[in-house]
């Protein structure tokens, strides 16, 4: 089983929409997957309760409580952490102690980049991260491609000490489907290709089939 911790030091940078969509993809790729659920807003949770039913099932997990690890379906193969908008490395601390991998979302401007900074900072203090034990990566969301915005941001990014694995477009697709407990995983149009194809480095990194 594999665990995967999706946080950012923000609200409204898309960390949600990254953790439902990576349990959806494991789920859909028949990878039993279960989503852990530690922001007080219960996105994540109504997210799961909208798919119930839906090929690719995802089992929701109520994150906030300590003994989560407890409440996890038998058989599980994927687990992605939805962490609390703003958590500090106090607050993830435990769930920096389970995590095969961390994914940190941002937003590609100046002031999202700032705060991103000092988030990521605050975490590779952690003895894992600090000794390279744990995986650590930056997803570059709701960005337009082939922009000067985000060619700036990640000119910004490129020093850091965590790498970018992907850029994820803007898109009303992700507000959409998320409503409807889907992702772009779930369809095999040509209008969610491109979406699709800009999950592919992440999905690499992260070893995936």
């Known amino acids: 089983m594999k665990t995967w911790l999706v946080a950012c030091s923000k609200g409204g940078v898309g960390k949600t929409t990254l953790a439902t969509h990576l349990a959806a993809q494991a789920a859909l ?6 989503l852990v659920d530690a922001d007080p807003q219960r996105s994540a949770s109504r997210w799961c309760e909208r798919r119930a039913g839906l090929a690719g099932a995802v089992a929701a997990v109520d994150g906030t409580r300590r003994s989560w690890r407890k409440h996890l379906p038998d058989g599980l193969r994927r687990v992605v952490v939805d962490a609390p908008a703003g958590a500090d490395r106090d607050a993830l601390d435990a769930f920096l ?3 095969d991998a961390l994914l940190v979302p941002v937003q590609p401007s100046a002031l999202d980049i700032e705060a991103a900074s000092g988030f990521l900072h605050d ?19 709701r960005c337009k491609p082939n922009t000067q915005a985000t060619r700036q941001a990640l000119e910004l990014l490129a020093g850091w000490p965590v790498p970018v694995v992907a850029q994820l477009r803007d898109s009303q697709a992700y507000v959409v489907l998320t409503g409807l ?3 772009v995983f779930d369809y095999h149009s040509a209008q ?12 690499h990194w992260l070893g995936e089939p």
């Open 181 to 183: 407990g889907k992702s």
């Open 123 to 141: 975490l590779l203090r952690h003895p894992r991260l600090r000794k390279g034990k744990l995986p650590a990566a930056l997803v570059l969301n």
């Open 192 to 203: 969610v290709r491109e979406h699709q194809q800009d999950w592919t480095p992440l999905l």
């Open 29 to 34: 790729a028949g990878r039993t997957a279960a």
């Open 97 to 99: 102690d389970e995590a």
